[in-house]
Structure formats: structure tokens, C-alpha cells
């Protein structure tokens, strides 16, 4: 099993920032990738960001792509965080962490792609 705690969330103005952190534990695998879900209100959960540990390849959605930041802890490296930046209203939702030992990239973006989630953390973006 694995284990993903997120941390990190809270309240900000727009245009303002925020770093999400989930602390990964449990069983490991040669392959991992933590992604980060969103999920708003009366929405699907959707993908923002994932990141391959074993070369440090990073993936974005169009929406966030030159504001948010996947990266892993220099020091702990099982600490995977979501720098935010330039933050808008409708970045507002829950923010999930979630782990992958999916081969092909193909399934990094697909929320299907993960088995192991965290509980979520709320980011509240007024404007």
C-alpha cells in the first residue's frame, strides 16, 4: 500500500501563491509518478500536474502550465510539491495527490492512471 497526506491549502487572493505538499510513504515501486487532481464543485475531478521520479519528467495541463510547478523535496525526496503561482478564482477546489506505477505516459493526465489517492486539501482563491 502507499500513502499520500497533503498539506498546504488554505486561503489567498488572486494573483497571489500557495505550495501544496504530499508526503509519499508505503510500498515502493521501480516506476512511481505522483500526480495532483483537482475537483471543484458540481465538476469532474481533472489532472494539473504529474511527475515521473525516476528522470524527474514533469507533466501540466494547458490551464496551469507557467503558473504551477510540480517538483520533489531536495531533501525529502518522498515530499512532492505543487508551487501555485498567479493564482485565479477558478483555480478554487479540492486538491488531490495521487500515485501512479503506470509504465506509459499515456495514463500520468487519466485519473484512472492512479491507485492511490490522498484525502485532499481545499484551495480557496478569492478574488
Known sequence: QVQLVESGGGLV???GSLRLAC???GRTFSNVVTG???QAPGK???FVAAIRWSDGTTYYSDSVKGRFTISRGNAEKTVVYLQMNSLKVEDTAVYYCA???RIS???YVMRSGYAWWGQ???VTVSS
Do not use: D, K, L
Open 120 to 122: 485532499g486539501t481545499q
Open 36 to 38: 495532483w487532481f483537482r
Open 44 to 46: 469532474e475531478r481533472e
Open 13 to 15: 487572493q488572486a494573483g
Open 105 to 107: 505516459s499515456t495514463y
Open 99 to 101: 500515485a501512479s506505477n
Open 23 to 25: 508526503a509519499v510513504s
